[in-house]
């Protein structure tokens, strides 16, 4: 069992900074990628940014690149900084993780931006940028 657990997420004005964090514990003996998604009521859940787990190529939606950064640490962390925020990133931010044996046996094309590209998920972290 994999768990996934956000942590970081609040409330910001525009202009402003956050850094989310993704803790992975559990039966994991390599990962093949780590990604954030985020969700707004109503709306289906849109790709941010991933990272490959051993290459550390990174991924991100047009709309956060040269403001949004993944990295990962040796704790099995991933981080997401988010700069220069906008009212429009308001929403849960989630994280998941595939990992290098996948549920489904066959890993993910890159880019990992699709939600069937991952196995496990966070709660989730609400992110509320105000203007």
């Known amino acids: 069992q994999v768990q996934l657990v956000e942590s970081g997420g609040g409330s910001v004005q525009v202009g402003g900074s956050l850094r989310l964090s993704c803790a992975a514990s559990?039966?994991?003996?390599?990962?093949?990628?780590v990604g954030w998604f985020r969700q707004v009521p109503g709306k289906e859940r849109d790709f941010v940014a991933a990272i490959n787990w051993s290459t550390g190529t990174t991924y991100y939606a047009d709309f956060v690149k040269g403001r949004f950064t993944i990295s990962r640490d040796n704790d099995k962390n991933t981080h997401l900084q988010m700069n220069s925020l906008k009212p429009e990133d308001t929403a849960i931010y989630s994280c998941a993780l595939v990992l290098s044996t996948p549920c489904g046996g066959v890993l993910p094309p890159p880019p990992p931006n699709s939600t069937d590209d991952y196995d496990y998920w966070g709660q989730g972290t609400q992110v509320t940028v105000s203007s």
């Open positions: 559990g039966r994991i003996f390599s990962s093949y990628a």
